[in-house]
C-alpha cells in the first residue's frame, strides 16, 4: 500500500536553514549591510534544485513581473489585512507627520538663530536666539512624543496583522484535502508561515516608518529648499533625473534577486524538513553525505542568490550618495560664492546644507523599503496563491443531512465510481459497483497498486470520484456535511499518527471535551487498559515526538481506542504492516473485534487473521473487483483468493 497520509499529517518542526535568537527561520531579508562590504555580483549559478531528485519545490525557474492578476489578488490580501485597523493606522500616520514637522523646524530655527539671533544677542538682546532655543527643545520633545506613539501604534497594528495572517494560513491549511497536501508538502506551507509571513512583518514593521518618512522628509525639504533660494534648489532638482534612473533601475533588479533569494528558502525549508522527517531512513541508508552535498548545494544557491541581492542594493546606495555627495559640493560652491557676495544670508545657506544631507538620506531608506517590499510583494504573491488555493473537495453550499430515522447506520455504496488522480493520469478504479450493508466487515486484498488505499481515500472522501458517486446511508459524500462525514466515517491510517502529548489526549483527539472516564472506558473495551497499564505514568504518559516512546503496538492499540471512542457508524482501516509479537498481536486483533463490533468496516487488510474474521473479502485487481465473498467460501474455490490464501497459509509455515 502507499503510505498514507494521517488525518494528523508528519508536519517537521519549522526549522530552517538559520535559526535566529527566536526560533523563526531567517530568511533573504534586504539588509543595511554597508555597500562597501557587499561582495561584487556572483554569477548565478545552475539551480540545484533542478538536479536528480531535487527538483524546485516552490518556485518558476525566472521571475517575471507578476501577472497582474497576482499582483491584485496581493494587493486585496494586504488591504483586507489592514481594514480592520484603518483608525489606529490612521493615528499612527498623524504621529508620523507630527515627527516629521517638528524634526523639518530645527534646520529653520537654527537659520533664524544664526541670521538673527546670534547678531541681536550680540547686540544685548538675548531673546530672539533664546525663543530659537526653546523652540528647538519644543521641537525635540514634541518628536520625541509622536515617535513614541508612532511605535506603539505601528507594533499594535502590525503584530496583529501577523496574527492574523498566521491564522489565515493555519487555517486555510488545515481546511484544504488530503489531495492537496500530498503534492504541496508540509514544507512549503511552513514556509509560507515563517519566512514568507516574516517577509510581510518587516515590510509591516519598516514600511510605515521607511516610506512615509522618506516621502514627508522629501516632500518637505523640497518645498523648503525651493522657499529659501530658488537658483540652490534647482541644482538639487536638476539631481532628481539621474536618481529616478537609478531608482527605476534598482526596483526592478531588486525584485527579481529578491524573488530568486525567496524561492531558494523556500526550497531549503522543504528539503531540510523533508530530511529530517526521514532522518531515520536517511541514516539506514548512509545517505547523510548525498543529503548535505545536495543541501550544500541549495545553501550556496540561498548566498549566490543573497549576494546578488545584496550587489544590487550596493549599487544603488553608491550611485545614490555619489550624487547627493556633488549636488551638496554644487550647493557649497555656489551658495558659498553667493554669501561672499552678499547676495545670500550665511544662516540660509547653513539651513540649506542641513537639509540637503537630509534630503538625500530617505533615499537609501527608499532603497531599503523597496527591497523589503519586493520581498514582501514575492512573499505576499505566495501567501495569496496558497489563501486562493480551492479545496478540490468542498463541502457543500446546502449540507444533506442523514435521513433521521434509517434503521441501520452505516451502508457504504460505491456507484459505478471511476477514478483517476488527475487530469490526464490512469484510470485506477473503473466502474467500481459495490455495496457495504451497515455492519458488514469487508477485508480488501489484492496486489500491490491494484487500487485499495484508494478505495480507502475515495470512502474517507479525501478525493471525489471521476466519475460515479459514493453514498453513506444512500447520501453522496459531495453532499454531506464535513463535520457530519467526520463523524460518521473515520479512517485509521497504518501510521497510527500520534501527536506530541500524553497517551489520554491523544486518545481524546476523537471526541474533543471526553471525559477520563470516557478515555478509561474506551481503553477497557479495546483492552487498550492493560497495556497502557505497563507504561510509567499510565495514560499520562508522554508520547514524544510522533510517539516515539511507544511500541509499534502500543500505537496500534491508541490508534485502536481513539477509533473506538470516535464511535463511527463506517470505519476505514488501513491494516499496519508491522510484524507484532503473539501477546501484542493477539491484544491488536481483540482491540479490532471490539473496533469493528456493530459498525460497517471496509479493511484494507494484511493479515490473514484480519482476513478470516471479516464477513467478506472483496479481491481487486486494476481498480476491479475480481472476487467477492465470504473469506472461507473463497478459499475453498479456486480464484484468485484461494491462491492467496494458499500462498499466506504456506508462508506462515
Ligand atoms: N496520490 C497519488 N497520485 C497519483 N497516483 C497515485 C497516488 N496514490 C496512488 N496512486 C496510484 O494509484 C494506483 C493504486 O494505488 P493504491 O495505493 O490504491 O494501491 P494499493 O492497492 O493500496 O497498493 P499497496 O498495497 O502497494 O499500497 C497505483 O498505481 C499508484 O501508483
Given amino acids: 500500500m ?15 536553514p538559520r535559526p535566529t535568537a527566536g526560533g523563526t527561520v531567517s530568511e533573504p531579508r534586504p539588509d543595511r549591510a554597508s555597500p562597501a562590504r557587499v561582495p561584487p555580483l556572483a554569477k548565478p549559478r545552475a539551480d540545484p534544485a533542478t538536479e536528480p531528485g531535487w527538483e524546485a519545490v516552490d518556485a518558476p525557474a525566472d521571475h517575471p513581473e507578476p ?49 538673527h539671533g546670534v547678531p541681536r544677542a550680540t547686540a544685548g538682546d538675548a531673546t530672539p536666539l533664546t525663543l530659537c532655543v526653546v523652540g528647538l527643545i519644543g521641537c525635540g520633545v514634541l518628536s520625541a512624543a509622536a515617535r513614541y506613539g508612532f511605535f506603539r501604534l505601528s507594533a499594535s ?25 500530498e503534492n504541496y508538502t508540509s514544507g512549503r506551507v511552513i514556509s509560507r508561515l515563517t519566512s514568507d509571513v516574516d517577509a510581510v512583518r518587516d515590510l509591516v514593521e519598516a514600511s510605515l516608518d521607511g516610506l512615509l518618512t522618506s516621502v514627508i522628509t522629501v516632500t518637505g525639504i523640497t518645498v523648503l529648499l525651493l522657499w529659501l533660494d530658488l537658483p540652490l534648489a534647482l541644482i538639487v532638482l536638476a539631481s532628481i533625473a539621474p536618481l529616478l534612473m537609478m531608482t527605476r533601475w534598482f526596483r526592478r533588479r531588486s525584485r527579481q534577486a529578491y524573488g530568486q533569494a525567496r524561492d531558494t528558502v523556500a526550497n531549503i525549508i522543504v528539503r531540510f524538513g523533508e530530511t529530517m522527517n526521514a532522518i531515520r531512513a536517511v541514516q539506514a541508508f548512509r545517505a547523510e553525505r548525498t543529503k548535505h552535498s545536495a543541501m550544500n548545494r541549495l545553501n550556496e544557491a540561498f548566498r549566490d542568490a543573497h549576494t546578488e541581492a545584496l550587489g544590487v542594493v550596493a549599487r544603488y546606495t553608491a550611485g545614490v550618495r555619489l550624487t547627493g555627495n556633488i549636488a551638496l559640493a554644487l550647493v557649497l560652491a555656489l551658495g558659498g560664492w553667493r554669501v561672499a557676495e552678499g547676495d545670500l544670508q550665511l544662516g540660509v545657506l547653513a539651513a540649506f546644507l542641513l537639509y ?4 538625500y538620506d530617505p533615499l537609501d531608506e527608499l532603497a531599503t523599503f523597496t527591497n523589503l517590499y519586493a520581498a514582501a510583494a514575492s512573499a505576499l504573491e505566495k501567501i495569496s496563491d496558497f489563501l486562493v488555493t480551492p479545496s478540490s473537495v468542498p463541502e457543500p453550499a446546502v449540507p444533506v443531512p442523514l435521513p433521521p430515522d434509517r434503521p441501520h447506520r452505516g451502508t457504504l455504496r460505491f456507484r459505478s465510481v471511476d477514478f483517476r488522480y488527475g487530469p490526464g493520469s490512469p484510470l485506477i478504479l473503473e466502474g ?29 472522501r479525501f478525493y471525489d470520484p471521476s466519475g460515479g458517486a459514493v453514498l453513506l446511508d444512500g447520501v453522496d459524500l459531495r453532499e454531506l456535511a464535513d463535520g457530519e462525514l467526520r463523524r460518521e466515517l473515520v479512517l485509521v491510517t497504518q501510521e497510527n499518527f500520534l501527536f506530541s502529548g500524553t497517551v489520554a489526549e491523544n486518545i481524546a483527539v476523537a471526541r474533543p471535551g471526553a471525559t477520563g472516564a470516557d478515555i478509561r472506558a474506551a481503553a477497557e473495551a479495546t483492552g487498550a487498559a492493560s497495556l497502557l497499564s505497563t507504561l510509567p505514568e499510565g495514560y499520562d504518559t508522554e508520547v514524544r515526538k510522533r510517539g516515539n516512546r511507544l511500541s509499534a503496538g502500543q500505537r496500534q492499540m491508541v490508534a485502536l481506542t ?20 503473539i501477546p501484542t498481536e493477539r491484544a491488536v486483533q481483540r482491540a479490532m473485534a471490539a473496533v469493528l463490533a456493530d459498525r460497517t468496516a471496509v479493511i484494507i487488510a494484511h493479515r490473514l487473521s484480519t482476513v478470516l474474521a471479516a464477513d467478506r473479502v472483496l479481491v481487486l485487481a486494476k481498480g476491479r473487483i475480481l472476487e467477492d465473498g465470504p473469506p472461507l467460501r473463497l478459499a475453498e474455490s479456486d480464484g484468485p483468493f484461494a491462491k492467496l490464501y494458499e500462498r499466506w497459509t504456506t508462508s506462515m509455515g
Avoid: C, M
Avoid at 2 to 16: F, L
Avoid at 356 to 359: A, K, P, T
Fill in 157 to 181: 497594528v502590525g503584530q496583529s496583522l501577523l496574527l492574523d495572517l498566521r491564522t489565515r494560513i493555519f487555517r486555510h491549511s488545515q481546511r484544504l484535502p488530503v489531495a492537496f497536501h
Fill in 2 to 16: 502507499t503510505a498514507e497520509p494521517t488525518t494528523g499529517a508528519t508536519v517537521p518542526e519549522p526549522t530552517g
Fill in 356 to 359: 540637503l544631507r537630509r534630503f
Fill in 562 to 581: 481513539r477509533a473506538f471512542l470516535a464511535d463511527p457508524a463506517v470505519l476505514l482501516l488501513d491494516e499496519a504492516t508491522s510484524s507484532l509479537d
Fill in 432 to 460: 467500481l459497483d459495490l455495496t457495504v450493508p451497515a455492519g458488514q466487515t469487508v477485508a480488501v486484498v489484492g496486489a500491490t497498486g491494484a487500487g485499495k488505499s484508494t478505495v480507502g481515500k475515495l470512502a474517507a
Fill in 67 to 115: 501577472p497582474k492578476e497576482q499582483a491584485r489578488r496581493s494587493r486585496r490580501l494586504l488591504y483586507s489585512l489592514l481594514r480592520p485597523w484603518v483608525w489606529p493606522s490612521s493615528a499612527a500616520l498623524v504621529a508620523l507627520l507630527v515627527e516629521n514637522l517638528a524634526q523639518l523646524a530645527g534646520p529653520l530655527l537654527i537659520a533664524r538663530a544664526i541670521d
